[in-house]
């Protein structure tokens, strides 16, 4: 068998494996994470108090638009259509931030405080899975792949950082004596 022929028959043993689908409707489930997220995102910028806030969720806003446009390139490199399988972790927090919203008063470094904490639940978790996800595809040589997911990945840390820093500067002290 030539070098070609045996490369390409790996191929379609490894697309056909379990793993390599497990990891495929694993990347469904983040790209309806991140979907759903482009269309909560300025909800939560709308019940932002704060002008540092409302900044930062416009800009995650942005910057999870380009998560989309990576993961369908994701699903073009792995030969895939995209398509969204319901997340059901990303649901719950974003029914958890939609609660937090509802639970506190307009205008109050207390909602403020709750969205930091509702959005830095959602940082983790899209951490955790890109993390993995990477790691996955590293594994079974998606070298493309691991990097437009590793991109994602620093990208989603950056926002934690940058959500802490907005609540360690003044939004935990104000919401403290409200």
Request: hydrophobic letters at 40%; charged letters at 30%.
């Amino acid at each position: 068998m030539a070098t070609n022929e045996k490369t390409d028959q790996q191929t379609m043993e490894m697309k056909n494996s379990e793993f390599h689908q497990f990891f495929i409707d694993e990347l469904k489930d983040i790209y309806w994470a991140e979907l759903h997220l482009v269309k909560e995102l300025p909800k939560m910028k709308k019940a932002a108090t704060s002008t540092e806030l409302n900044a930062a969720f416009e800009k995650h806003t942005q910057e999870t638009q380009t998560h989309v446009d990576k993961l369908e390139q994701a699903f073009a490199f792995l030969g895939e259509e995209p398509h969204a399988k319901k997340c059901k972790a990303m649901d719950g927090l974003i029914d958890e931030a939609n609660a937090i919203i509802d639970d506190t008063e307009k205008e109050t470094m207390t909602r403020d405080a709750g969205l930091i904490l509702a959005a830095q639940k959602i940082e983790h978790y899209e951490i955790a899975t890109y993390g993995t996800l990477r790691v996955y595809a590293e594994s079974m040589g998606h070298q493309d792949v691991a990097e437009l997911l590793g991109s994602i990945l620093e990208n989603e840390k950056a926002t934690d950082v940058a959500l802490t820093k907005i609540s360690e500067s003044f939004v935990n002290e104000s919401a403290s004596r409200e």
